[in-house]
Protein backbone atom coordinates (compact mmCIF):
# COMPACT_ATOMS: atom_id res chain seq x y z
CA UNK A 1 0.00 0.00 0.00
CA UNK A 2 1.22 2.85 -1.28
CA UNK A 3 1.51 6.18 1.67
CA UNK A 4 2.19 9.90 1.02
CA UNK A 5 5.30 11.46 2.10
CA UNK A 6 4.62 14.78 4.01
CA UNK A 7 8.35 16.38 3.21
CA UNK A 8 7.88 19.68 2.71
CA UNK A 9 8.79 20.06 -0.80
CA UNK A 10 8.12 16.40 -2.01
CA UNK A 11 4.46 15.18 -1.45
CA UNK A 12 5.39 12.00 -3.53
CA UNK A 13 3.66 8.27 -3.23
CA UNK A 14 5.81 5.80 -1.55
CA UNK A 15 5.99 2.38 -0.55
CA UNK A 16 7.18 1.93 3.02
CA UNK A 17 9.13 -1.69 2.25
CA UNK A 18 11.00 -0.10 -0.79
CA UNK A 19 12.06 3.25 1.46
CA UNK A 20 15.79 3.93 0.86
CA UNK A 21 17.77 6.53 1.73
CA UNK A 22 18.13 9.45 -1.37
CA UNK A 23 14.81 7.99 -2.32
CA UNK A 24 13.52 11.78 -1.14
CA UNK A 25 14.55 15.25 -2.55
CA UNK A 26 12.73 17.63 -0.02
CA UNK A 27 13.30 20.96 1.87
CA UNK A 28 14.23 20.46 5.66
CA UNK A 29 14.08 24.59 6.37
CA UNK A 30 11.47 26.69 7.22
CA UNK A 31 9.53 28.61 4.28
CA UNK A 32 10.38 32.30 4.04
CA UNK A 33 8.50 35.44 3.46
CA UNK A 34 9.88 38.72 3.01
CA UNK A 35 9.25 41.80 1.20
CA UNK A 36 6.94 39.49 -1.45
CA UNK A 37 9.61 37.18 -1.93
CA UNK A 38 9.23 33.59 -0.96
CA UNK A 39 12.17 30.97 -0.68
CA UNK A 40 13.35 27.58 2.04
CA UNK A 41 15.68 28.92 4.61
CA UNK A 42 17.49 26.08 3.60
CA UNK A 43 18.42 26.83 0.23
CA UNK A 44 19.05 30.38 -1.61
CA UNK A 45 16.61 30.71 -4.41
CA UNK A 46 13.61 33.32 -4.04
CA UNK A 47 10.74 34.04 -6.11
CA UNK A 48 8.00 36.81 -6.00
CA UNK A 49 5.63 33.99 -7.93
CA UNK A 50 3.57 31.49 -5.09
CA UNK A 51 3.27 28.47 -7.84
CA UNK A 52 6.93 29.12 -8.26
CA UNK A 53 7.73 28.52 -4.63
CA UNK A 54 5.74 25.68 -4.61
CA UNK A 55 7.95 24.26 -7.64
CA UNK A 56 11.80 25.29 -6.34
CA UNK A 57 12.92 21.81 -5.72
CA UNK A 58 14.34 19.99 -2.81
CA UNK A 59 17.91 20.45 -1.51
CA UNK A 60 18.40 17.20 0.49
CA UNK A 61 17.76 14.02 -0.12
CA UNK A 62 16.74 11.47 2.54
CA UNK A 63 13.88 9.13 3.24
CA UNK A 64 10.02 9.41 2.38
CA UNK A 65 8.18 10.03 5.77
CA UNK A 66 4.67 9.74 6.33
CA UNK A 67 4.61 11.89 9.51
CA UNK A 68 3.00 14.94 9.38
CA UNK A 69 4.98 17.87 10.72
CA UNK A 70 4.26 19.85 13.57
CA UNK A 71 1.75 22.98 13.88
CA UNK A 72 3.61 26.01 12.81
CA UNK A 73 4.39 28.57 15.21
CA UNK A 74 4.71 32.60 13.79
CA UNK A 75 7.80 34.40 15.15
CA UNK A 76 8.03 37.58 14.03
CA UNK A 77 11.27 39.18 13.32
CA UNK A 78 12.98 42.44 12.04
CA UNK A 79 15.67 41.18 9.81
CA UNK A 80 16.86 38.02 8.03
CA UNK A 81 20.51 38.74 8.81
CA UNK A 82 22.34 35.59 9.62
CA UNK A 83 19.40 33.81 10.16
CA UNK A 84 19.43 31.10 7.78
CA UNK A 85 21.27 28.99 10.77
CA UNK A 86 18.75 29.48 13.07
CA UNK A 87 15.89 28.34 11.01
CA UNK A 88 17.45 25.43 9.87
CA UNK A 89 17.65 24.35 13.67
CA UNK A 90 14.10 24.78 14.23
CA UNK A 91 12.85 23.26 11.23
CA UNK A 92 8.86 23.11 12.29
CA UNK A 93 8.55 26.92 12.54
CA UNK A 94 7.45 29.25 9.36
CA UNK A 95 9.05 33.01 10.12
CA UNK A 96 7.31 35.93 9.21
CA UNK A 97 9.97 38.80 8.38
CA UNK A 98 8.42 42.19 8.93
CA UNK A 99 9.94 45.04 6.87
CA UNK A 100 9.48 48.87 6.78
CA UNK A 101 5.86 50.13 7.02
CA UNK A 102 4.52 52.04 4.39
CA UNK A 103 3.38 55.16 4.39
CA UNK A 104 -0.02 54.96 3.35
CA UNK A 105 0.17 52.31 6.55
CA UNK A 106 1.21 54.86 8.71
CA UNK A 107 -1.24 57.26 8.20
CA UNK A 108 -4.12 54.89 8.52
CA UNK A 109 -2.61 53.62 11.38
CA UNK A 110 -1.91 57.20 12.91
CA UNK A 111 -3.97 58.11 16.29
CA UNK A 112 -6.46 60.66 15.86
CA UNK A 113 -5.49 64.38 17.00
CA UNK A 114 -8.86 64.76 18.59
CA UNK A 115 -8.08 62.26 21.40
CA UNK A 116 -8.19 63.61 24.75
CA UNK A 117 -4.88 66.15 25.86
CA UNK A 118 -2.87 66.01 28.59
CA UNK A 119 -1.20 68.56 30.33
CA UNK A 120 2.99 67.63 30.30
CA UNK A 121 4.77 68.08 33.76
CA UNK A 122 6.92 70.92 34.61
CA UNK A 123 10.42 71.07 36.08
CA UNK A 124 11.05 74.47 36.48
CA UNK A 125 15.07 75.22 37.32
CA UNK A 126 16.85 76.87 40.53
CA UNK A 127 17.75 80.03 38.03
CA UNK A 128 14.45 80.27 37.20
CA UNK A 129 12.65 80.75 40.45
CA UNK A 130 15.58 83.00 41.36
CA UNK A 131 14.99 85.25 38.27
CA UNK A 132 11.13 85.01 39.52
CA UNK A 133 11.48 85.98 42.67
CA UNK A 134 13.95 89.48 41.22
CA UNK A 135 11.59 90.55 39.17
CA UNK A 136 8.77 90.41 41.65
CA UNK A 137 10.51 92.81 43.58
CA UNK A 138 11.36 95.08 41.04
CA UNK A 139 7.76 95.30 40.08
CA UNK A 140 6.39 95.41 43.18
CA UNK A 141 6.37 99.15 43.77
CA UNK A 142 4.40 99.54 40.03
CA UNK A 143 2.31 96.86 40.94
CA UNK A 144 1.27 98.90 43.86
CA UNK A 145 0.82 102.09 42.16
CA UNK A 146 -1.60 100.04 39.07
CA UNK A 147 -3.75 98.49 42.03
CA UNK A 148 -4.60 102.15 43.28
CA UNK A 149 -4.54 103.43 39.77
CA UNK A 150 -7.54 100.60 38.96
CA UNK A 151 -9.18 101.26 41.99
CA UNK A 152 -10.04 104.49 41.39
CA UNK A 153 -10.81 103.87 38.06
CA UNK A 154 -13.37 100.39 38.73
CA UNK A 155 -17.08 101.35 39.91
CA UNK A 156 -18.57 98.93 42.77
CA UNK A 157 -19.85 96.25 41.77
CA UNK A 158 -17.76 95.56 38.69
CA UNK A 159 -17.36 91.26 37.88
CA UNK A 160 -13.25 90.14 37.53
CA UNK A 161 -12.66 89.85 34.27
CA UNK A 162 -10.47 86.60 35.05
CA UNK A 163 -12.30 83.21 33.27
CA UNK A 164 -14.26 81.64 35.59
CA UNK A 165 -14.25 83.84 38.77
CA UNK A 166 -17.46 85.31 39.45
CA UNK A 167 -16.48 87.83 42.46
CA UNK A 168 -17.19 91.46 42.44
CA UNK A 169 -15.23 94.61 43.01
CA UNK A 170 -16.53 96.10 46.76
CA UNK A 171 -13.51 98.86 47.21
CA UNK A 172 -9.60 98.88 47.35
CA UNK A 173 -9.66 95.92 50.34
CA UNK A 174 -10.89 93.00 47.07
CA UNK A 175 -7.68 93.66 45.79
CA UNK A 176 -6.18 92.09 48.19
CA UNK A 177 -8.12 88.92 47.99
CA UNK A 178 -7.36 85.72 46.00
CA UNK A 179 -8.50 85.32 42.63
CA UNK A 180 -9.20 81.27 41.43
CA UNK A 181 -9.56 81.49 37.86
CA UNK A 182 -8.64 79.46 34.74
CA UNK A 183 -5.82 80.61 32.70
CA UNK A 184 -6.78 78.19 29.88
CA UNK A 185 -9.11 78.98 27.10
CA UNK A 186 -13.05 77.46 26.86
CA UNK A 187 -13.10 74.70 24.37
CA UNK A 188 -16.88 73.17 22.78
CA UNK A 189 -16.14 69.64 21.35
CA UNK A 190 -18.64 66.94 20.37
CA UNK A 191 -21.24 68.45 23.07
CA UNK A 192 -18.62 68.30 25.71
CA UNK A 193 -17.53 71.48 27.33
CA UNK A 194 -14.74 72.14 29.30
CA UNK A 195 -11.24 74.45 30.24
CA UNK A 196 -7.47 73.81 28.20
CA UNK A 197 -6.32 74.08 31.82
CA UNK A 198 -8.21 71.83 33.68
CA UNK A 199 -9.78 69.66 31.32
CA UNK A 200 -12.88 68.62 33.78
CA UNK A 201 -15.42 68.08 31.12
CA UNK A 202 -18.88 68.68 31.61
CA UNK A 203 -22.53 68.37 29.23
CA UNK A 204 -24.21 71.13 30.76
CA UNK A 205 -23.61 75.00 30.10
CA UNK A 206 -24.54 76.21 33.30
CA UNK A 207 -22.56 73.14 35.00
CA UNK A 208 -18.98 74.41 32.76
CA UNK A 209 -19.57 77.90 34.04
CA UNK A 210 -19.90 77.13 37.60
CA UNK A 211 -16.06 75.38 37.38
CA UNK A 212 -13.91 76.50 40.34
CA UNK A 213 -10.53 78.20 38.65
CA UNK A 214 -7.96 75.55 38.63
CA UNK A 215 -4.87 78.61 39.56
CA UNK A 216 -4.66 81.39 41.93
CA UNK A 217 -3.77 84.85 41.77
CA UNK A 218 -5.08 88.54 41.67
CA UNK A 219 -7.94 90.02 40.45
CA UNK A 220 -8.49 91.60 37.45
CA UNK A 221 -11.43 94.45 36.54
CA UNK A 222 -10.10 96.23 34.02
CA UNK A 223 -9.97 93.70 30.57
CA UNK A 224 -6.86 93.57 29.03
CA UNK A 225 -6.48 93.24 24.99
CA UNK A 226 -5.50 90.06 24.72
CA UNK A 227 -4.57 90.75 21.10
CA UNK A 228 -1.85 92.99 22.22
CA UNK A 229 -0.43 90.52 25.15
CA UNK A 230 0.38 87.56 22.52
CA UNK A 231 3.68 88.32 20.90
CA UNK A 232 5.90 85.72 18.62
CA UNK A 233 8.42 84.11 20.61
CA UNK A 234 11.63 82.63 18.16
CA UNK A 235 11.90 79.10 18.49
CA UNK A 236 13.16 76.03 17.02
CA UNK A 237 13.64 72.38 17.57
CA UNK A 238 16.13 69.28 17.02
CA UNK A 239 15.58 66.02 17.81
CA UNK A 240 17.77 62.43 18.64
CA UNK A 241 16.98 59.02 17.79
CA UNK A 242 13.82 58.31 21.07
CA UNK A 243 13.55 62.80 21.67
CA UNK A 244 12.35 65.54 20.05
CA UNK A 245 13.11 69.49 21.65
CA UNK A 246 11.05 72.07 20.87
CA UNK A 247 12.33 75.14 22.20
CA UNK A 248 10.81 78.66 23.11
CA UNK A 249 13.27 81.61 23.60
CA UNK A 250 11.00 82.82 26.11
CA UNK A 251 12.36 84.47 29.56
CA UNK A 252 11.21 84.93 33.20
CA UNK A 253 8.17 82.47 31.52
CA UNK A 254 5.73 82.37 34.72
CA UNK A 255 4.35 78.28 35.22
CA UNK A 256 1.98 78.93 37.57
CA UNK A 257 0.11 80.91 34.54
CA UNK A 258 2.05 78.42 31.77
CA UNK A 259 0.74 75.13 30.49
CA UNK A 260 1.85 72.62 27.65
CA UNK A 261 -1.14 69.88 27.04
CA UNK A 262 -0.39 67.25 24.59
CA UNK A 263 -1.70 63.46 22.80
CA UNK A 264 0.09 61.15 21.03
CA UNK A 265 -0.08 63.55 17.50
CA UNK A 266 -0.82 67.02 18.65
CA UNK A 267 0.53 69.74 21.12
CA UNK A 268 -0.75 73.05 22.54
CA UNK A 269 1.90 75.93 24.18
CA UNK A 270 0.64 78.48 26.08
CA UNK A 271 3.73 80.42 27.70
CA UNK A 272 3.33 83.11 29.80
CA UNK A 273 6.79 84.96 29.96
CA UNK A 274 7.98 88.64 31.18
CA UNK A 275 5.20 89.44 33.26
CA UNK A 276 2.38 89.95 30.81
CA UNK A 277 3.56 88.71 27.35
CA UNK A 278 1.81 85.38 26.08
CA UNK A 279 2.80 83.15 23.11
CA UNK A 280 0.59 80.62 22.42
CA UNK A 281 0.87 77.98 19.41
CA UNK A 282 -1.12 74.53 18.23
CA UNK A 283 0.40 72.32 16.41
CA UNK A 284 -0.19 69.02 14.63
CA UNK A 285 3.13 66.67 15.00
CA UNK A 286 5.31 65.26 12.79
CA UNK A 287 5.42 61.71 14.19
CA UNK A 288 3.67 59.91 17.13
CA UNK A 289 4.86 60.38 20.98
CA UNK A 290 4.50 58.68 24.55
CA UNK A 291 2.73 61.65 26.07
CA UNK A 292 3.16 59.79 29.92
CA UNK A 293 6.94 60.28 28.86
CA UNK A 294 7.22 63.80 27.88
CA UNK A 295 7.84 66.71 30.22
CA UNK A 296 8.56 70.72 30.17
CA UNK A 297 11.90 72.53 31.70
CA UNK A 298 11.49 75.93 32.50
CA UNK A 299 14.53 78.09 32.89
CA UNK A 300 15.23 81.75 32.92
CA UNK A 301 16.24 81.92 29.44
CA UNK A 302 14.02 79.11 27.54
CA UNK A 303 11.27 76.73 27.60
CA UNK A 304 12.08 73.09 26.37
CA UNK A 305 9.81 70.62 25.51
CA UNK A 306 10.94 67.18 25.54
CA UNK A 307 8.93 64.95 23.38
CA UNK A 308 9.36 61.51 24.07
CA UNK A 309 8.80 59.53 20.08
CA UNK A 310 6.82 57.34 20.41
CA UNK A 311 8.77 54.93 17.72
CA UNK A 312 12.46 55.86 16.66
CA UNK A 313 11.69 56.62 13.16
CA UNK A 314 13.76 60.32 12.03
CA UNK A 315 11.17 63.41 11.90
CA UNK A 316 11.54 65.15 8.52
CA UNK A 317 10.20 68.18 10.52
CA UNK A 318 7.79 69.10 14.13
CA UNK A 319 4.68 69.77 12.56
CA UNK A 320 2.25 67.85 10.45
CA UNK A 321 1.71 70.22 7.11
CA UNK A 322 -1.55 69.94 5.64
CA UNK A 323 -2.82 67.44 3.30
CA UNK A 324 -2.39 68.42 -0.41
CA UNK A 325 -5.02 68.40 -2.75
CA UNK A 326 -4.70 64.91 -4.78
CA UNK A 327 -4.49 64.98 -8.61
CA UNK A 328 -8.35 63.15 -9.04
CA UNK A 329 -9.90 65.71 -6.53
CA UNK A 330 -8.25 69.23 -8.74
CA UNK A 331 -9.18 67.68 -11.94
CA UNK A 332 -13.33 67.11 -10.49
CA UNK A 333 -12.92 70.48 -9.56
CA UNK A 334 -11.88 71.94 -13.12
CA UNK A 335 -14.34 69.50 -14.53
CA UNK A 336 -17.04 71.45 -12.27
CA UNK A 337 -15.90 74.99 -13.15
CA UNK A 338 -16.38 74.38 -17.15
CA UNK A 339 -19.31 72.61 -16.66
CA UNK A 340 -20.75 75.80 -15.05
CA UNK A 341 -21.08 78.30 -18.43
CA UNK A 342 -23.66 81.17 -19.32
CA UNK A 343 -26.26 79.93 -21.40
CA UNK A 344 -26.13 81.65 -24.80
CA UNK A 345 -28.87 84.27 -25.51
CA UNK A 346 -30.88 83.38 -28.76
CA UNK A 347 -32.31 85.97 -30.97
CA UNK A 348 -35.75 85.73 -32.15
CA UNK A 349 -36.17 84.63 -35.39
CA UNK A 350 -32.37 83.32 -35.35
CA UNK A 351 -32.44 79.30 -36.14
CA UNK A 352 -31.05 77.35 -33.13
CA UNK A 353 -27.42 76.28 -33.41
CA UNK A 354 -27.26 72.10 -34.86
CA UNK A 355 -26.54 69.22 -31.97
CA UNK A 356 -23.01 68.52 -31.86
CA UNK A 357 -23.45 64.77 -31.82
CA UNK A 358 -25.36 64.83 -35.10
CA UNK A 359 -23.65 65.27 -38.39
CA UNK A 360 -25.35 67.61 -40.77
CA UNK A 361 -27.29 66.54 -44.22
CA UNK A 362 -25.15 69.02 -46.40
CA UNK A 363 -21.82 67.19 -45.72
CA UNK A 364 -23.30 64.52 -47.93
CA UNK A 365 -25.20 67.04 -50.34
CA UNK A 366 -23.41 68.71 -54.12
CA UNK A 367 -22.27 72.41 -53.64
CA UNK A 368 -23.76 74.96 -56.44
CA UNK A 369 -20.49 74.04 -58.59
CA UNK A 370 -20.67 70.31 -58.36
CA UNK A 371 -22.16 68.97 -61.60
CA UNK A 372 -23.69 66.06 -62.05
CA UNK A 373 -23.16 63.39 -64.85
CA UNK A 374 -24.82 60.56 -66.13
Known amino acids: ?62 RHSNQKLPE ?5 VQNDTDMAQTLN ?3 GSEYIFQGPKSAERMERERPSADEPMVKLPQKV ?16 PVGVQREAEGSRAVQVGTVCKNSGCMKTFQGPQSNSQTCSFHPGVPIFH ?22 P ?9 IKIDMDKRLVGCRHDWHQTGS ?10 SNSELSYVDANRTALTVHIVFEEDKIFHTDLKLWGVIDVNKSVVNMTASKVEISLTKADPRTWARLDLPPAPTTHVEEKESERRERSVEEPKELVLGDEPPPLEDEESDDSFGLSDSDEEFD
Open 243 to 252: VVVFTIYAKT
Open 190 to 211: EGMKYWSCCKIKTTEFDDFLQQ
Open 89 to 91: AQV
Open 1 to 62: MSELCYNRGCGQSFQSLSNTDGDCVYHPGAPIFHDALKGWSCCRKRTTDFAEFLEIPGCTRG
Open 213 to 221: GCVTGKHTW
Open 72 to 76: TVKVE
Open 125 to 140: SVSLQEALEKLSHTLQ
